[in-house]
């Protein structure tokens, strides 16, 4: 099951978080054992656009979009085969530790004839 896992900047963060893992270890023991298949940082909200179609017309914001205190940093696609191993995964992360994680569930569209939306022949 694939896990989208957003790596959340939170306001709240620790001044001296304790025993931080550092990324690239979390980096080696995650994709080099196949758990995870892509990921990057993301630019800062400053950055973000937002996109929406009103009446026809497509509407171009700047900047952050969503009132939240949280800022999505970056995002890792992780491979795993149920939440518990997702969950271990997540916890590795060092922003998990001076952030937040989220984790969500890949919902597939199913549009390839499974009712279940897995690849066909899996």
């Known amino acids: 099951m694939r896990y989208l896992m957003l790596v959340l900047s939170t306001p709240d963060t620790p001044a001296e978080p304790g025993d931080v893992p550092e990324i690239e270890d979390w980096v080696r023991d995650t994709y080099g054992t196949g758990r995870a298949v892509l990921g990057d940082r993301l630019r800062p909200p400053a950055d973000a656009v937002g996109v929406q179609v009103r009446a026809g017309e497509v509407v171009v914001t700047d900047g952050p979009f969503s009132e939240t205190k949280e800022v999505i940093a970056g995002f890792d696609v992780l491979d795993a085969p149920d939440l518990d191993e997702a969950i271990r995964i997540a916890a590795a992360h060092p922003m998990a530790y001076t952030g937040a994680i989220e984790l ?19």
């Open 104 to 122: 969500r569930p890949f919902w597939p569209l199913g549009l390839d004839g499974d009712a279940d939306g897995s690849p066909a022949g899996a």
